[in-house]
């Protein structure tokens, strides 16, 4: 049985950071895409950024260009986002979800999740 589990998120003031964590664990195949979502009340969730297995790839949404940057550990099965110059607009539950497959990663359609952590944006 595969588990991620985030950690890292809570409230932080606008332009603040925080590191967003994602272990995961059980059996899963070694070279897995890894990637972080978020959805924020009322709205859809969406795919924010996703890193493949050798880190030759990486994918950002429009929103969070420049501003976050994915990373991972493959020692330690865990992938991270480290987020910048935070808004309040950010505020969601952040998850994190691997797949084989970078495309289906991107799209939104992983097949494990985490269960999510929160991060607030607010002064």
């Known amino acids: 049985q595969v588990q991620l589990v985030e950690s890292g998120g809570g409230l932080v003031q606008p332009g603040g950071s925080l590191r967003l964590s994602c272990a995961v664990s059980g059996r899963t195949s070694r070279s897995y895409t890894m990637g972080w979502f978020r959805q924020a009340p009322g709205k859809e969730r969406e795919s924010v950024a996703a890193i493949t297995w050798s880190r030759l790839s990486t994918y950002y949404a429009d929103p969070v260009k420049g501003r976050f940057t994915i990373s991972r550990d493959n020692a330690k099965n865990t992938v991270y986002l480290q987020m910048n110059s935070l808004k309040p607009e950010d505020t969601a539950v952040y998850s994190c979800?691997?797949?084989?497959?970078?495309?289906?990663?991107?799209?939104?359609?992983?097949?494990?999740w985490g269960q999510g952590t929160q991060v607030t944006v607010s002064s």
């Open positions: 979800a691997i797949d084989q497959r970078f495309a289906a990663v991107v799209a939104g359609t992983p097949e494990y």
